[in-house]
């Protein structure tokens, strides 16, 4: 099924990425009003006709999670109710995505309740990438694109010439991701043991691999308050690592992060902008950012044209 004009729109989470994505496919961001009332509350009105119109909004649920997550719902909300033909919400970074599963007595799965939101607000489709858990597609009853940013990763890395590389996965569920990431660079892997006590807190119990006297990257999904990604390092020191890099897909960088970062031996932290970085970068000059605007662009070009969003993993 043929849908009609691409017509592109950004919400005010991310509002650079939505200009590169917009760049790459060389089509304009189109007219929308987003502003908030005095007691906080969200109004939009679109300034295009979507009509019969194939629309996507770019839109990162970043902090503030609740307020950006909020502006999504009512933009869907806005564009389903002026007769577009498809919806499709692009979100680089899908929060509430931790809470995926019944982990303890009588707490939410708002991976879910998320999905079910936007379900409701009248998105016809989901544009994501690395969502903390794959399984979350399946709360969607529409289509999911589940893009990867391992390519941007693997060229950033590739650039560094790392020596005696060893990626390490920070826990036992990312172990997939840094697998297929040794894999392609034929280097050696290395997993941590670790127990999460609290919410945003994990003791490291022991290390799996041999990483003495080599360089190691740790690769993760989402790097929130550094304090595993920092824990990992100081176990991987302890063991005899030489140098320390990492990797993470969502800077979500909240709280003691950026100065826990900037305090710890690791060399450089690449970091893709699903979420803003601009004023992280002011404030840790660790932080390498790459750009997955050219990855969603053509995913969303993809997307429109009815051809194969999983190729350019292939």
């Known amino acids: 099924m043929m849908y009609g004009e691409l017509i592109l729109f950004s919400g005010r989470a991310h509002p650079s990425l939505a200009q590169g994505i917009a760049d790459y496919l060389n089509t304009p961001l189109r007219r929308v009003d987003c502003f908030n009332f005095s007691d906080g509350e969200i109004f939009v009105q679109l300034h295009e006709n979507v009509r019969g119109a194939d629309t996507y909004v770019i839109q990162p649920t970043c902090k503030p999670v609740n307020e950006n997550l909020m502006e999504l719902l009512i933009m869907l909300d806005a564009i389903k109710r002026s007769s577009a033909s498809r919806v499709t919400a692009v979100i680089p970074y899908y929060g509430y995505a931790r809470q995926d599963k019944k982990d303890a007595p009588r707490v939410p799965i708002t991976a879910k309740l998320v999905a ?44 560094l010439g790392i020596p005696d590389l060893v990626i390490v996965s920070p826990d036992a569920g990312g172990v997939e991701r840094a697998r297929a990431v040794a894999k392609r660079l034929n280097c050696g892997l290395a997993i941590v043991d670790k127990r999460r006590t609290a919410p945003n807190e994990a003791s490291i119990m022991h290390i799996i691999g041999d990483v003495e006297d080599r360089s190691v990257l740790i690769l993760d999904d989402i790097i929130d308050t550094a304090g595993t990604l920092t824990h990992t390092v100081d176990a991987l020191k302890e063991k005899g690592a030489n140098r320390v890099f990492a990797a993470g897909v969502h800077g979500v960088l909240s709280g ?45 070009q993809r997307i429109h044209s009815n051809s194969s969003v999983s190729s350019l993993f292939v």
């Open 116 to 159: 079910d939101l936007l379900s409701q607000a009248g998105a016809d489709r989901i544009l994501t990438m690395d969502l903390h858990a794959p399984q979350i597609q399946a709360y969607f009853d529409m289509p999911v694109d589940h893009l990867f940013a391992t390519p941007v990763l693997l060229d950033a890395i590739r650039s």
């Open 256 to 300: 003691p992060a950026l100065e826990r970062i900037e305090s710890s031996p690791i060399e450089q932290v690449l970091i893709t902008d699903t979420t803003p970085l601009d004023e992280k970068l002011e404030r840790c000059g660790k932080l390498k950012p790459l750009s997955v605007a050219a990855l969603l662009g053509e995913a969303i």
